[in-house]
């Protein structure tokens, strides 16, 4: 199964999400974004298919959205997209692709619900959560 994962190696739970593809038994397809950057065409692409908005995507911590006047509800999508043009850091990551479907893995256990199989378990996020049980179970 193929897996790409929109990543920034900064991020705690986009590392996290990339750990669990991997312990998972994948060879991802890893896009380092911040380097990369972004297309418009890309961007509405992935958040059609992850059901999201440029609103509900946009980072809005640990990232230049409030002090660009973004965080204001009357900034439209297509200046959010502008922005997230010249600022990749302003998308919310990591966005995970595969056949199962696209999401915003946040939480990182949100990943799961994208891959045919699951690390060994017992498996903990980045705060130490239990996330799998010894059984394979999904606790969160």
Aim: aromatic share 4%; net charge negative; charged share 20%.
């Amino acid at each position: 199964m193929a897996v790409v994962i929109h990543h920034n190696t900064a991020c705690g739970t986009s590392r996290n999400v990339l750990q669990i593809i991997r312990d998972a038994g994948y060879d991802p397809t890893v896009i380092d974004y911040l380097e990369t950057g972004w297309t418009r065409p890309q961007l509405l692409a992935l958040f059609a298919a992850a059901g999201l908005t440029p609103r509900t995507a946009l980072r809005t911590t640990k990232s230049p959205a409030e002090e660009l006047g973004l965080l204001d509800p009357a900034v439209s999508d297509d200046t959010l997209l502008d922005a997230m043009l010249t600022y990749p850091v302003l998308v919310n990551r990591p966005i995970v692709c595969t056949p199962k479907g696209v999401r915003l893995c946040r939480p990182s256990e949100t990943v799961l619900d994208l891959l045919e199989t699951w690390p060994q378990g017992p498996y903990t996020k980045e705060d130490g959560e239990l996330i799998l049980t010894t059984e394979g179970t999904r606790l969160a």
